[in-house]
């Protein structure tokens, strides 16, 4: 018995060298130590040693995060602070020429979920951009960081200054994260999905931004290396908080229907295709002032030969990444890009890519698993019901 | 007979000229919540180290790879419906086939209990 696939690979297309797996050596996060005295199984990940699973399992890790809070260690991605050249500018402008996002909309404190285009419209990276005053706060994914950096500092030199901060970053989500965060730091109970603040903690600044990847309410906690594992223990000492590794981090993303970079969008992929336009505002598809935007606004009146879309497989065989799809004569329509199984389901579950013709939910279609046609249909994600907290009255 | 292992971490338990065949406990460890098992229908034959079933975790596929060459008798059907059987109880009503040896001397390739449990010690 052998593994013959591993959708955890962190692989991703457009790395640098330094952060392929199987590199000499692989980097740590500050929270290392805690993960070996946890009990976790670790497995390089976009260059870090990080832990895939804990003694609880990766379903078992699925489960407590729906039902309670997880606490995961997401140090390894990319954290930079954005700065404009003159410091009574807005930097906002300046960056939203990269990006297809409303950037200068965003209120301070607010986050938005925006893509790094290039040229062609490709994604080169999807990314956190949050407002503080007249700077943004830039979280990227940790394959993709030191691209990512250089893109922004080139582009935009002259005119803003990236500070890249080597901080560690924790995830608490689930049910139960405001009242387990909210006992060591009272102002989170004021942020809604999408907000963020400063806080002060035993002297440090913290950054407490009101977002995830899981489809759960729940937070992500920037904070200095140092304090990092002292931080997380204090959350874990909580009985309502279970470490989860990467392993549940990927079922809970796609359970939530949230693309992962290198796998469900890339450079061969615009918004348009990987169904994000909801976060292309109206002024950015008219104004055409991002990288791409034309033809990314092309896309937008032509049937797409590719869109994303979930998929629902009518058996228990998961189909996992790379399965193709065929339509019910046997023709191929696309592939899969991210599929596995689903805790809170009990099913398989998948996204991918098809032709818009066979893109409507409803539709039957057909997957090779093993070189057998197996029976699935388009569904509409999430797969589950996303629980953010829309408002704060 | 007493149990034998491959270094892929099956396990065959020969009575006459039938072996019942399964995954080790080490292996299920390694897999995590078993989800589903694709299990070969009797009749069909296999080479020794031939993919002869699948397992599937939240996270991964895995071949289960016939121990010896043969024909397959009869797969665990319970395991469609309750894959995590495996998990549970992986060297006994967790099996995942029985089939029938078509060449025993393939057994004296295979590690003893006392062989396999060093060979797991050294994968740490």
Redesign the interface.
Request: hydrophobic residues 35%; glycine residues 10%; aromatic residues 6%.
């Given at each position: 018995?052998?593994?013959?696939?591993?959708?955890?690979d962190g692989n991703n297309k457009g790395t640098d060298a330094s952060a392929s797996p199987g590199s000499q050596s692989l980097a740590r996060t500050p929270l290392f130590d805690m993960h070996v005295q946890l009990g976790a199984k670790m497995t390089p990940f976009a260059g870090y040693d990080m832990p895939?699973?804990y003694g609880l399992?990766?379903?078992?890790e699925?489960l407590h995060t729906r039902e309670k809070a997880g606490l995961f260690d997401v140090s390894h991605m990319g954290q930079a602070q954005l700065f404009p050249e003159d410091p009574d500018s807005d930097v906002a402008p300046v960056f939203e020429a990269l990006v297809p996002g409303g950037i200068i909309s965003l209120k301070d404190g607010g986050i938005r979920y925006t893509q790094l285009t290039n040229q062609d419209g490709g994604i080169l990276d999807d990314l956190m951009v949050t407002r503080f005053g007249n700077t943004l706060w830039l979280v990227v994914n940790a394959a993709c960081k030191s691209n990512d950096f250089a893109h922004i500092a080139q582009l935009l030199a002259g005119k803003a200054r990236l500070s890249v901060e080597n901080r560690a970053l924790l995830a608490l989500q689930g049910p139960l994260a405001e009242a387990v965060l909210k006992e060591h730091l009272p102002a989170v109970a004021d942020l809604a999905f999408m907000q963020a603040c400063h806080a002060d903690y035993e002297g440090e600044k913290l950054i407490i931004s009101r977002c995830g990847y899981t489809g759960e309410d729940g937070f992500e906690i920037s904070l200095p290396n140092e304090m990092a594992p002292q931080f997380a223990s204090l959350l874990l000492a909580n009985d309502a908080v279970a470490p989860i590794g990467l392993?549940a981090r990927?079922?809970l993303r796609l359970e939530a229907g949230l693309c992962l970079y290198g796998h469900d969008i890339d450079t061969s992929t615009t918004p348009v295709e990987a169904d994000l336009m909801w976060s292309v505002p109206r002024r950015r598809r008219e104004s055409l002032n991002f990288p791409g935007a034309h033809k990314i606004s092309q896309k937008l009146s032509q049937k797409l030969d590719r869109f994303r879309v979930g998929i629902k497989p009518e058996g228990?065989?998961?189909a996992?990444e790379g399965t193709e799809i065929h339509d019910m004569n046997n023709n191929p329509i696309g592939r899969i890009t991210s599929g596995?199984?689903a805790?809170s389901l009990q099913a398989?579950i998948a996204m991918g890519y098809v032709s818009a013709e066979h893109a409507a939910p409803g539709t039957q279609v057909q997957l090779i698993i093993?070189g057998k046609p197996m029976l699935a249909h388009i569904t509409s994600m999430p797969f589950v019901e996303h629980k953010y907290l829309r408002t704060k009255s | 007979m007493s149990k034998k292992f491959t270094k892929?971490?099956?396990w065959i338990d020969v009575e006459g000229d039938v072996a019942r065949i399964g995954?080790t406990n080490y292996?299920q460890e390694q897999l995590?919540?078993v989800?589903?098992v694709?299990l070969p229908e009797a009749g069909r034959q296999f080479q020794q180290g031939n993919d002869a079933a699948?397992?599937?975790?939240?996270?991964?596929?895995?071949?289960?790879?016939a121990p010896v060459s043969g024909e397959i008798v009869e797969p665990n059907t319970k395991l469609?419906d309750d894959?995590a059987l495996v998990n549970q109880d992986p060297t006994k009503s967790g099996w995942f086939f029985t089939m029938k040896v078509s060449n025993p001397d393939e057994l004296n390739d295979l590690m003893d209990e006392a062989a396999y449990a060093d060979y797991v010690k050294e994968l740490g």
């Open positions: 018995m052998t593994n013959s696939t591993i959708d955890l895939v699973q399992g990766v379903m078992g699925h392993g990927d079922s228990r065989a998961p996992r596995g199984f805790p398989p093993r | 892929d971490h099956e995954i292996a995590g919540d989800v589903f694709e699948v397992v599937e975790s939240v996270k991964a596929a895995s071949e289960v790879y469609e894959p």
